[in-house]
């Protein structure tokens, strides 16, 4: 599976959007990619995944560069709820053996 | 819908002594994972099983780590002696296969272990 390249820490404020960037610059065409977040004490949480079109759901967007060498997750109105550990991984089409990295750390402050 | 149920939560135990972590995976969900997490890290996969059959424990320290799942639904997890080393969080999660979607991973909250 691909390598993935996240910053270690990053700050929002609070109701301003949180913009997570996430460098797979190995990623090979059948290769997705995911987004799990961890609050502190939890196990992850699935956030969204995508191939290589822009996803979103009702937690957050994921825009994939045109290349796919990159990719950016939007929180569009962070809450203090959002603080957590952030993980973008790519996954193979068909795998299921998810190798996470040691994410982005957000918080989100008042 | 229940998620997935681990227990103990936490558990202290003196080094060389045994223990067991028990996960109850979502039902319906053929696939279930161990996953161990050291602090300020990443989770890392100890196991696999699909159904009753373990497909993937190649991280799995097998001296020591030994897991089962008889019916192909809950499992559990040894370590038997425990060492220092042991101390850190053991998280179990389950999955169904989808088309498209075979990454999705729901986790239970992990079963936090110190080992003195």
């Known amino acids: 599976d691909a390598k993935t390249t996240q910053p270690t820490s990053m700050d929002c404020a609070e109701g301003r959007a949180a913009n997570l960037p996430c460098n797979h610059s190995t990623i090979s065409g059948n290769e997705y990619v995911y987004w799990y977040r961890q609050i502190h004490s939890q196990g992850p949480q699935y956030i969204i995944h995508?191939?290589?079109n822009n996803e979103t759901n009702e937690m957050a967007s994921l825009i994939i560069t045109e290349d796919r060498k990159s990719s950016t997750l939007i929180l569009p109105h962070a809450t203090l709820r959002d603080t957590a550990v952030y993980y973008c991984?790519?996954?193979?089409?068909?795998?299921?053996?998810?190798?996470f990295g040691q994410g982005t750390r957000l918080t989100i402050n008042p | 819908e229940a998620g997935v149920v681990q227990s103990p939560r936490y558990k202290i135990i003196e080094k060389k002594q045994p223990v067991a972590f028990w996960c109850n995976p979502i039902?319906?969900?053929?696939?279930l994972y161990w996953y161990l997490q050291n602090l300020g890290q990443g989770p890392e996969l100890l196991i696999r099983?699909?159904?009753?059959?373990?497909?993937?424990d190649s991280q799995l320290p097998k001296d020591r780590f030994s897991a089962e799942r008889l019916k192909g639904v809950d499992s559990t997890l040894k370590i038997q002696p425990a060492e220092l080393g042991d101390s850190a969080v053991y998280l179990c999660?389950?999955?169904?296969?989808?088309?498209?979607?075979?990454?999705?991973?729901?986790f239970g909250e992990g079963s936090r272990l110190t080992v003195l």
């Open positions: 991984i790519v996954l193979i089409q068909g795998a299921q053996k998810l190798v």
């Open positions: 039902s319906g969900h053929n696939t």
């Open positions: 099983y699909e159904n009753e059959e373990a497909v993937d």
């Open positions: 995508g191939l290589k």
């Open positions: 999660a389950s999955s169904i296969r989808q088309a498209g979607n075979t990454g999705e991973l729901f």
